[in-house]
């Protein structure tokens, strides 16, 4: 059964850092693209950034590009996402996403709120 | 970037009878592949998105056969034959041929008339 568990998800000040991880289990990890998505509250869904199977290529969202790093191990079978210069508006829960045909499995998210 | 617009946005729905969502983008979606990757998904209250429909008429495993997807192009369609009180959602559309970004659409909140 394909799992996708998220942690990391805080409480922090605007300009702070944290960083996200997602543990996944049930798959061949190193054999998919993986991504993460963002829902504010109550709001709609919004692509953050995706990283290929081996790491070597990343793409961001422009409103996080230059702030935020997504990495993988895949002998943890593990993704992240270091935020930095977190910002008000990066308030949201952070979902982690597997990609297979486009986004089949979705984590149970986790909540990043920013605020002073 | 690709916009995707949906319509409704909210869809008030009796139980037993049919709904459907249009999604619509702001350029074609069909890929240089010839696929064409739009999907639909799902998000019950209080829980994550799940993926119901892939590349336009695809339906994931254990999605009942009252949900279907049809379009082309630039016009999509997400049908519910019947609908039934597990139904009530937000509906999402989303486009994975013309990336970064994946862009989805703003969402249709389906609830039981």
């Known amino acids: 059964e394909v799992q996708l568990v998220e942690s990391g998800g805080d409480l922090v000040q605007p300009g702070g850092s944290l960083r996200l991880s997602c543990a996944a289990s049930?798959?061949?990890?190193?054999?998919?693209?993986m991504h993460w998505v963002r829902q504010v509250p109550g709001k709609g869904l919004v692509w953050v950034s995706r990283i290929n199977g081996d790491g070597s290529i990343t793409d961001y969202a422009d409103s996080v590009k230059g702030r935020f790093t997504i990495s993988r191990d895949n002998a943890k079978n593990t993704v992240y996402l270091q935020m930095n210069g977190l910002r008000v508006e990066d308030t949201a829960v952070y979902y982690c996403?597997?990609?297979?045909?486009?986004?089949?499995?979705w984590g149970q998210g986790t909540l990043v709120t920013v605020s002073s | 970037d690709v916009v995707m617009s949906q319509s409704p946005l909210s869809l008030p729905v009796t139980l037993g009878q049919p709904a459907s969502i249009s999604c619509r983008s702001s350029q074609s979606l069909v890929h240089s592949d010839g696929k064409t990757y739009l999907n639909w998904f799902q998000q019950r209250p209080g829980q994550s998105p799940r993926r119901l429909i892939y590349q336009v008429s695809n339906r994931d495993s254990g999605v009942p056969d009252r949900f279907s997807g049809s379009g082309s192009g630039t016009d999509f369609t997400l049908k519910i034959s019947r609908v039934e009180a597990e139904d009530v959602a937000i509906y999402y559309c989303m486009q994975s041929t013309h990336w970064p970004p994946y862009t989805f659409g703003q969402g249709t909140k389906l609830e039981i008339k």
């Open positions: 996403v597997r990609d297979s045909a486009t986004f089949d499995y």
């Open positions: 049930g798959f061949t990890f190193s054999s998919h693209r």
